[in-house]
């Protein structure tokens, strides 16, 4: 299933993406159809009314957002000083920062170095605590597209990951969650970001260093995963701070990142001063 939050009318609501159309599940939150467990799933299937005039939201709005850091083997072909590390990496993203497909990437200054990163990103389904690798996934109840935007100037001051990573709409989640089944075998996907139509980034998901198992393994072995938190898997080459020269969002582009089996998810970036 493809699912997705909407607008429509006055109210919100969770659909599913049907043959170029929305239908209605009943749901109003997503936090509410994945703790419906089987039976939310069903009812989301059986779904037959159409929503007309539906506008498309950020599928939900996390708990709390993990994102795995240097986790693609191009990091070193982008930056020779780059080092690979032996064991994941994460830093978190805030909730106050997720934007919905559609909605402007604001720059929060004229000074803001702001960078574009796609990212494939796993919602989880269900509470795991010290999750073995070997199933890991049973706890994933859908995937999706995680940008993460950042602040590079704030970011590399000063190792200021969190407020580099976090200024307001720094996190756009969208254009929809695919369940497990419908995605299928998640290592054969290709993850790409374009910028005013030029591609930046694109890599095979199987180039990650650890891939999503693992690093749900190594978050659960010290956070309680919760359902309706999302796990980010990195990002890989291509990113504007490494390029000759750096190539940074300005007032007035379009970027676009994907994933395959996933979908495009679009932001304009407008000045926020």
């Known amino acids: ?28 939150d997503l936090h509410d159809l994945i703790a419906a467990g089987q039976a939310g799933l069903e009812r989301a299937e059986a779904a037959t009314e159409e929503v007309a ?22 990091h070193a072909d982008e930056n020779p000083n ?17 934007i919905g497909p559609g909605e402007p990437i604001r720059i929060p200054r004229p000074t803001t170095l702001t960078d ?22 049973d706890h994933v109840f859908g995937w999706t597209i995680l ?16 407020l580099g990573k976090n200024p307001d709409t720094f996190a756009p989640i969208g254009p ?5 089944d419908e995605l299928g075998d998640w290592s054969t996907l290709r993850v790409s970001s374009t910028l005013n139509g030029d591609v930046m980034q694109d890599s095979a998901t199987s180039e990650m260093l650890f891939p999503p198992p693992r690093l749900l393994a190594f978050l659960s072995e010290l956070i309680t995963l919760e359902p309706g938190d999302v796990v980010t898997t990195g990002s890989p080459a291509g990113v504007g701070c490494f390029r000759d020269p750096p190539v940074y969002l300005q007032p007035g582009d379009t970027v676009t990142v994907s994933v395959d089996r996933i979908g495009d998810l679009t932001n304009p970036v407008e000045a926020g001063w």
């Open 1 to 28: 299933m493809r699912l997705v939050a909407f607008e429509a009318g006055g109210r919100t609501g969770v659909g599913v993406r049907h043959d170029g159309a929305i239908l209605d599940t009943g749901f109003a």
């Open 53 to 74: 005039g539906a506008r498309v939201l950020a599928p939900l709005r996390p708990g709390k957002i993990l994102c795995s850091g240097v986790n693609y083997a191009s």
């Open 82 to 98: 780059a080092v690979m590390p032996t064991e994941p990496f994460f830093f978190s993203k805030l909730p106050s920062a997720v």
């Open 116 to 137: 574009y990163e796609v990212e494939l990103a796993m919602v989880i389904g269900k509470r795991g605590y010290r999750i073995p690798e070997e199933g890991a996934l």
């Open 147 to 162: 940008h993460d935007v950042s602040a590079r100037d704030v970011q590399f001051k000063d190792s200021q990951i969190t």
């Open 176 to 180: 929809e969650i695919v369940t497990n």
